[in-house]
């Protein structure tokens, strides 16, 4: 198949795939989701994503309609299905299907996979960002479906000649629209900690995991603007963009100070991807 999708045991392309108007998911985007990469058919980081996953559901209160063991074996049959063996493997549990009313209904949850031919990003691209003051609720640790702020945030940045928003509440940073942000100063690997205002990355997660491995010291605290713009290095990290380097924001240039260490990483976490994902 060129792409896939799968609706409560329904398989087919995408296009023919239909869903209820009664879904959760069109009245409240009531759900969760999580997303990673595969190559070569096997998922990177599977395990980390579904703990993210099993989780973010759990702090909305949403029984997730299969077992970990059962969604872990669908996913990694469901990729085999595809002709190109690099794709994005996308799924989301909604809390189901009934009248719209904003109370809980009572019945099963709906879950949803989609999968499309797709790369990880080349850590020799770079990237740009704007700033955009974060107005989002205090629930931004949960991998919700509700986008819109961000969604409007990327637009901003889109307009403004930028790849993507980068967030601050007052002077703290936080986030950008779809990936996590941190700096290099000093030789440290600095990120910010993962409490109420950030989504905890799986690939922030792996940065810190290969920042030990390859001898870079980590420290776990906020940081701010002024400290953003006088970094010696500002990354990004997604689950297909792995360790990019932001070369502007708003237009002022930033960065290029340690490309050292931060190749180092990039290095590493390349390695890492090629070793896990190697029958």
């Known amino acids: ?32 989701y999580d997303v990673t990469y595969a190559r070569n058919y ?7 994503h579904l703990d993210r996953f099993y989780r973010s559901a759990e702090k909305l209160r949403i029984t997730v309609p299969m077992e970990r063991a059962g969604l872990r074996q669908l996913l990694c049959e469901l990729v085999k299905k595809l002709d190109s063996p690099d794709q994005i493997m996308y799924w989301q549990v909604t809390r189901g299907t009934a009248p719209r009313k904003h109370a809980f209904p009572g019945g099963k949850a709906n879950l949803w996979v989609m999968l499309r031919p797709s790369g990880v990003l080349s850590p020799e691209e770079t990237l ?52 996590n942000v941190h700096i290099l100063k000093g030789g440290k690997f600095i990120t910010p900690p993962t409490d109420e205002l950030i989504l905890p990355g799986i690939a922030r997660l792996n940065l810190l995991r290969i920042a030990e491995k390859v001898g870079v010291p980590v420290e776990v605290r906020p940081f701010t603007l002024k400290e953003t713009m006088g970094a010696d290095e500002v990354i990004c990290s997604s689950s297909g963009e792995f360790c990019q380097r932001v070369t502007a924001i708003d237009g002022q240039a930033v960065g290029g100070k340690d490309p050292g260490t931060l190749r180092r990483l990039q290095d590493a976490l390349h390695a890492d991807f090629i070793a896990a994902t190697t029958p």
């Open 1 to 32: 198949m060129e792409d896939l999708g799968y609706y409560n045991g329904t398989i087919d392309r995408i296009e023919n795939i239909t869903v209820p108007m009664n879904d959760r998911a069109c009245w409240f985007g009531d759900g969760v």
């Open 42 to 48: 096997i998922p990177y980081c599977l395990e980390d």
């Open 128 to 179: 740009t960002l704007h700033t955009v003051e974060d107005t989002r609720y205090y629930h931004c640790d949960v991998k919700t479906l509700n986008l819109i702020p961000n969604v409007l945030a990327e637009q901003e940045a889109i307009d403004a000649g930028a790849d993507t928003a980068l967030f601050h509440r007052g002077e703290r940073v936080t986030e950008c629209a779809h990936c």
